[in-house]
């Protein structure tokens, strides 16, 4: 029989997922590694890891990689695409990550234009420390450490990566994609494809932000996180392309 | 080779650009603020990059991105800002990046005050960030040493694949200096060390999980984690054979100064004139603040030196404590400081010897 499809070999074979069941770090990685073998760059692939469950993914991609301090990795990709020019340089961040402690790298990298990629997970929590209020949790959504919800009171509200970093001038693609579905799969995959062409083609700073879930510390089974998504996170997070240069 | 008249931190930058480095990232602060203006007018000469940060902490990261890259890479900045950089510098520590830093110090604590100071030693030589990390500290005392240790700690920093820090302070680094400059590496030369590096660098190979590039401040493991830090110790226990240091006059002398950087500078002109006055003096001068010389507190005849004296721009006092190390109660140590932005004062030094020598 022929073998039409299978795993990308930018996972190392014999590596067994650690991730939590319904987590989608490991459907994003698989995107991943299927664009750069389809565009055969993964020996050009250099990929800043973010800190948190992004971060565990240096046990699992057989590509080049490094990890930034929490909230760096915009800076230090910076660093490594203006002096390896040569390289396909993307940073792979969680939302505390690119969009709390990571701000002003994140938007200073942006309105620099640099010609890197940013893939940016958004699920509206912490995810390995154990369920915290990310800037991204939905109003009213429950986390350790807004145990009655966030309160836009306290805590103002949610924040929108794609939306702010539209205000810059730079920037060449920001888009806002999901996992939830199939459809939404495929095209999380063609907006990766087209932010790496991007950076190809010296177009400038790049995002993907992946709307997906995190059932372990939504306390939703994977199945329901997904119902979740498309209720509660899409209505504040709309797809589409917000950019395109 | 001749002789040109430079600004320390110009200088300091200059010698970077002729050891090879092709990348700079930094932010402004006072008074280190020449290093990268030279730098941003440098660097696109020689095909180098720079790019002024958001911040000190995205500064350091961009050189953590940069030297992961393979290439000769440096950020500066002062008191303040260094402390704002520990994160990067601590995260270059654990992923073995190599990297050069210059602290061009300033008073403090806090902002603490923009003209020069010793504040920082503690932070120098023990601390420089979280995790027990180790670093080659050079101490320079005019600008010609500045220069020398800033060329040379390039090479420190590949052959460990370690950050080297550069601890100057203020008048270093604004004080202008005739200055013999190192030899500018060729184009050649500075592709050879990028080259050399590709192994391991972060810049993309071919497929193959074992040789991948992965460059980690840390690990998951925690056997891998426990290796890590036992190759650093190995590393840290290897600079023995690294360690600089000045001994000016210390054989016979009655009082032995101690000083580092700009202390030790002034220290040595009070020595002759000390000398020429009839007292015995000596002077004692870590050029590495880390490691650090405790073995030449040996080389003093305790028979005949009635007292150490401790001079440093630090109150309280820093340096003392490694000076207390290697003098170990043989004689005593007498401290001379000065603080907040003050420069240590030629007199304020004879004066403080004098005092030892007349029993006072």
């Known amino acids: 029989m022929e073998k039409i499809y299978g795993r990308t070999k930018t996972i190392q074979e014999d590596k067994v997922s650690g991730f939590c069941p319904g987590c989608m770090h490991s459907t994003v990685i698989k995107l991943i590694g299927e664009v750069l073998e389809e565009m055969d760059l993964v020996d050009k692939a250099a990929c800043v890891l973010g800190i948190g469950c992004c971060g565990l993914h240096m046990d699992y991609i057989a590509y080049d990689n490094t990890t930034a301090p929490h909230g760096r990795a915009c800076a230090v990709a910076t660093g490594m695409k203006r002096t390896s020019p040569d390289s396909l340089v993307f940073t792979y961040q969680g939302d505390g990550d690119f969009a709390s402690i990571g701000l002003a790298e994140s938007i200073s990298a942006a309105n620099r234009g640099e010609n890197i990629t940013v893939i940016f997970i958004n699920n509206g929590i912490y995810g390995m420390t154990g369920g915290q209020m990310a800037p991204t949790t939905l109003v009213g959504m429950k986390a350790t450490t807004a145990p009655k919800g966030r309160d836009p009171k306290e805590h103002g509200y949610p924040m929108h990566m794609c939306e702010i970093l539209n205000q810059l001038t730079a920037p060449a693609y920001l888009v806002r994609t999901s996992c939830n579905n199939p459809a939404n799969v495929n095209k999380t995959k063609q907006a990766i494809h087209k932010a790496f062409q991007n950076q190809l083609d010296g177009k400038g700073f790049s995002m993907v932000e992946i709307v997906t879930s995190c059932p372990t510390n939504w306390g939703l089974d994977p199945m329901k996180s997904l119902d979740y998504i498309e209720e509660k996170m899409l209505p504040e997070f709309p797809l589409g392309v917000i950019r395109d240069r | ?360």
Not at chain 2, 319 to 326: E, L, P, R, S, W
Request: net charge negative; proline share 5%.
């Open chain 2, 1 to 360: 080779m001749a002789r040109v008249f430079m600004k320390g931190c110009e200088a300091i930058a200059e010698a970077a650009v002729r050891a090879g480095c092709r990348f700079f990232a930094g932010y402004p602060i006072t008074p280190q603020n020449e290093i990268p203006e030279y730098f941003s007018r440098r660097l696109p000469e020689v095909g180098g990059v720079f790019v002024q940060g958001e911040s000190e902490v995205a500064s350091v990261n961009m050189v953590y991105g940069a030297a992961s890259a393979g290439t000769r890479s440096m950020t500066s900045s002062s008191s303040p800002g260094i402390a704002l950089k520990s994160e990067g510098i601590s995260y270059c520590a654990a992923a073995r990046i190599p990297m050069v830093y210059a602290n061009i110090s300033r008073g403090g604590p806090g902002v603490g005050s923009i003209q020069p100071a010793q504040m920082d030693y503690f932070q120098a030589t023990k601390a420089s960030g979280n995790g027990g990390f180790q670093m080659l500290v050079f101490a320079p005392s005019t600008v010609q040493e500045a220069v020398d240790m800033t060329y040379k700690a390039f090479d420190y920093a590949d052959r460990d694949r370690n950050p080297v820090l550069i601890l100057a302070d203020g008048v270093i680094g604004t004080m202008m200096e005739p200055v013999v400059l190192p030899e500018m590496k060729s184009d050649e030369e500075v592709a050879a060390i990028k080259a050399s590096k590709q192994g391991w660098a972060c810049v993309g190979h071919q497929l193959d999980y074992a040789n991948r590039s992965w460059i980690q401040p840390g690990q998951w493991s925690t056997l891998k984690m426990q290796e890590a830090n036992e190759d650093a110790a190995a590393l840290y226990e290897s600079w023995k054979k690294d360690v600089q240091v000045e001994e000016y006059q210390v054989a016979d002398a009655e009082i032995v100064l101690t000083a580092y950087g700009i202390s030790a500078r002034i220290c040595k002109s009070a020595v002759d004139l000390l000398r020429a006055q009839g007292i015995k003096a000596g002077l004692i001068r870590p050029i590495t603040v880390h490691p650090f010389p405790y073995e030449s507190y040996d080389h003093i005849d305790y028979n005949k030196c009635k007292a150490v004296l401790d001079v440093e721009m630090s109150i309280p006092a820093q340096f003392v404590t490694d000076v207390a190390v290697g003098v170990k109660d043989r004689c005593p140590i007498e401290t001379c400081l000065c603080s907040g932005g003050n420069i240590m004062s030629r007199d304020k030094v004879i004066a403080a010897a004098k005092k030892i020598m007349e029993g006072k």
